[in-house]
């Protein structure tokens, strides 16, 4: 190898190294939320499309126990939810209703979140070309991936690296281009893309920043905004335990319960991956494509993370459209 080789490959490396640096998460530091303003939107009535989902099956983890068996007073019942949520409240379905003539776009949903919400290796593929992923058996999700084409690669406005749930509600961290002033990036995202259901995806930072009764205040608020905006929220639970007992997860599940609105519950999906699906950190997911028909890449966090996420949308639409 000649010496300029050498020194471009050296170079290479060293930028290489940087963007992985540069990708990681981390901590924004909390500012105490005080949004003060709900997102206004037009009184249009948007152009719908309809659809027909049938549902798929789900990760053999998820598909035992019913909903009916948690019971929010025994920390550790969370475990118990199904994977995707198999049934969607009257509550919500009033308000998807609602929505509807109040400005909102059946065909957008929002990604709310930290890094692993606002990385590309989420959803992102999904409105790329075909080859970018692979459905398997799992050919009924073309239909909620053509309906919520663009919103799988769109950069929402209230994902962010870094990211706990008191930054989302702060104006602190609202992008300052599109985003009005003293507006939070939960609602800016919700005035800027008028989404109809918001997959709500927190808890990783939240661990160091903020205490377990703060978490849960925050993420109340953050629910109180989205739905007094017609919004319906979609909550996740998180893949890690950083915290080590579990319990943001179980305030998730419980905050799920109380508001009546769906859980996803993303953690037990992850149960039966190697390693649970986790790097060697044990915050970051494993990667692989989405090729759902490769037994070798559904050994992984990323591709598991992405099928269930596209089956909760399938499941929460269809539910919503009946």
Known sequence: MSKSSLHYSLISASLLL????????????????????????????????????????????????????????????????????????????????????????????????DCETFTDYFLAPFDLKPSGYRLGEYTSLKLVITKYAGSFSRRSLAAERGFSVASVLSPTWADRKQCRANETPLICEIRVYKPAIMLVMFGTNDVKNSSRSAFEKNLKLLLDFAIKNKVVPVLATKADNLEGDGSINAIIARVGYEYQVPVWNYWRAMQDLPGNGLEEDQIHLTYAQPFFDSPENMQKGWPVRNLTALQALEKVTQELEK
């Open 18 to 113: 940087l963007a992985l640096v540069m990708a990681a998460c981390t901590s924004a530091q909390p500012v105490t939320p005080s949004p003060t303003e709900v997102a206004t939107v037009p009184t249009a009535t948007p152009t719908l499309m309809p659809i027909l989902i049938t549902p798929t099956s789900i990760p053999t983890s998820g598909t035992t126990p019913s909903p009916a068996s948690y019971d929010p007073n025994l920390p550790d019942s969370w475990k118990t939810l199904p994977v995707i949520p198999e049934t969607v409240s009257q509550r919500m379905k009033e308000l998807y209703e609602t929505g509807k003539t109040s400005g909102l776009n059946q065909n957008h949903f929002s990604k709310v979140g």
